[in-house]
């Protein structure tokens, strides 16, 4: 939750105490804003998951895995860890390895443990292929292998979302892909 137009950390605190007095299951709260995180996480009935800590900069010189986990690590959160960093998302299985490394051992340092951390690999759009004989998909199978193979404690997500942005112009399309993949 993220608007110029209202007070983000006011209005994230109120929507997380509201909606998470009878949730059954885990809420996973998102803002850019970390005190709102910080904030939010306060009036949380229960354990929640950040979406999303990264290895690109939240300001300048201040990585964004740095600031979410310094602000809210000891109120015992999970956290999303994209394999995000300065240059975009991890295009290639090593990449993505790479930035999940990098995020694991940054939690770490803050005393996260790596079963705190869901590593979303990234999902390229289908048919995002830029690059000839890529092939985004192999390229996403292969790096959750690789980061469940190096890191057996840590979880793994992906966002459907970010797989089906590709189909924006084709709506039927994109509500099949998403029931048949969360279905999967």
């Known amino acids: ?7 983000t950390v006011k209005t994230l605190c109120d929507v997380v105490h509201i909606l998470s007095a009878d949730l059954k299951g885990a809420m996973c709260i998102d803002s850019f804003q970390v005190d709102a995180l910080a904030e939010a996480i306060k009036v949380y009935a229960g354990r929640p998951i950040i979406n999303s800590i990264s290895m690109e900069e939240s300001s300048p010189g201040v990585i964004k895995a740095d600031a979410v986990m310094e602000a809210t690590k000891d109120l015992g959160p999970l956290y999303v860890a994209l394999c995000t960093g300065p240059k975009g998302p991890g295009a290639t299985a090593e990449e993505k390895l790479d930035l999940a490394a990098q995020l694991v051992d940054r939690a770490a340092a803050h005393g996260v443990a790596p079963d705190r951390l869901f590593i979303d690999v990234n999902v390229f759009p289908i048919g995002a292929e830029s690059i000839e004989g890529m092939n985004f998909a192999f ?46």
């Open 139 to 184: 390229e996403t199978l292969e790096g959750i292998r690789r980061v469940k193979t190096r890191f057996p404690d840590a979880n793994t997500t992906l966002g459907v979302g970010n797989l089906t942005n590709g189909l924006a112009k084709k709506p039927y399309m994109r509500r099949v892909l998403t029931s048949v993949f969360l279905d999967e």
């Open 1 to 7: 939750m993220d608007s110029n137009q209202i007070d």
